[in-house]
C-alpha cells in the first residue's frame, strides 16, 4: 500500500518511496539468503540453517553444552521450536539432552562428538555460501556500514525487558 508521509501527526507514517524501496528490496534480499543458506546446508548435511546454528552455538560454548534456555536466547528461537529441533538433532545423534546439574527443572543441550564432526565437515562449504553471498559482493566500507547498520536495527528491536519469544 503506498500513500504519502503523513503531515498530520494522528496519520500513519507510511513510508516513503525511498523507504519502501529499500524495505522490499532487503525483505527479497533476506528471503533469498536464508533459502541460499537453507539449500545448501540441506544439501551438504540435510539440515536447515536453523539446525547449523544450533550446533554452532554449542561448538562455541565451554564443553560444547548450554542450558537449553540460553540456547533459544542466543540463537533467537522460541523453547518450544527449539525442542523440536533437538530432537531431530538427537535422532542424528548430532546432539544430546541431560539434567542440569543446578536446576532440577532445567535441561542442558550438549554437542556430540558426531555433532561436532558433522560441522568441522559442513562449516567451509557454509562459509563459502556465505561469503559468496555477501561479503564478495559488498566493499570493505559497504560489510562496515551492512555491520552498523544490523547491530543498530537488532538493538532497537531488543530493549531490556522486552517481552520476546525466546525469553517465555
Not at 149 to 155: G, H, K, Q, R, W
Amino acid at each position: 500500500m503506498r500513500k504519502e508521509p503523513a503531515t498530520d501527526p494522528a496519520e500513519p507514517r507510511w513510508l516513503s518511496a525511498e523507504e519502501q524501496a529499500t524495505w522490499q528490496a532487503y525483505l527479497h534480499a533476506t528471503t533469498l539468503l536464508e533459502d541460499h543458506l537453507d539449500r545448501q546446508l540441506q544439501r551438504d548435511a540435510g539440515m536447515p540453517h536453523i539446525y547449523y546454528a544450533l550446533l554452532v552455538q554449542l561448538s562455541e560454548a565451554p564443553r560444547r553444552r548450554m542450558r537449553m534456555t540460553e540456547l533459544a536466547q542466543q540463537v533467537k528461537i522460541t523453547r518450544s521450536r527449539l525442542s523440536h529441533a533437538v530432537a531431530r538433532l538427537e535422532k542424528n545423534g548430532w546432539m544430546r539432552r541431560e539434567d542440569c546439574p543446578s536446576d532440577r527443572r532445567g535441561q542442558v543441550a550438549v554437542l556430540t562428538d558426531e555433532g561436532f564432526e558433522v560441522l568441522r565437515r559442513t562449516a567451509p562449504g557454509h562459509v563459502a555460501a556465505v561469503r559468496a553471498a555477501i561479503f564478495d559482493r559488498l566493499t570493505p566500507e559497504q560489510v562496515a556500514e551492512l555491520g552498523a547498520i544490523c547491530s543498530t536495527i537488532a538493538s532497537g528491536l531488543q530493549p531490556a525487558g522486552a517481552d520476546l519469544p525466546w525469553l517465555r
